[in-house]
């Protein structure tokens, strides 16, 4: 069986399948590593988001 990480954010820890609620929850992560990385990931593709011209309305 493939084992997943997430990220909680209520404990700011790693938990594996068993934990906190999915609401409370990023992932699943394939590594504890990059589940340790959650927060970083979300920010970086925020930014990416952020600007990307498909998402921003550039016309206003």
């Given amino acids: 069986m493939d084992e997943h990480y ?12 068993v934990g906190c609620t999915a609401s ?3 992932g699943p ?4 590593e990059a ?3 959650a927060l970083e990931t979300v920010a970086e593709r ?3 988001w952020d600007n990307d011209p498909r998402w921003n309305d550039l016309d206003d």
């Fill in 6 to 17: 997430y990220y909680c954010l209520t404990h700011h820890a790693v938990e594996g399948e």
């Fill in 24 to 26: 409370q929850r990023l």
């Fill in 46 to 48: 925020n930014a990416a």
């Fill in 35 to 37: 589940a340790e990385r």
């Fill in 29 to 32: 992560y394939p590594t504890r």
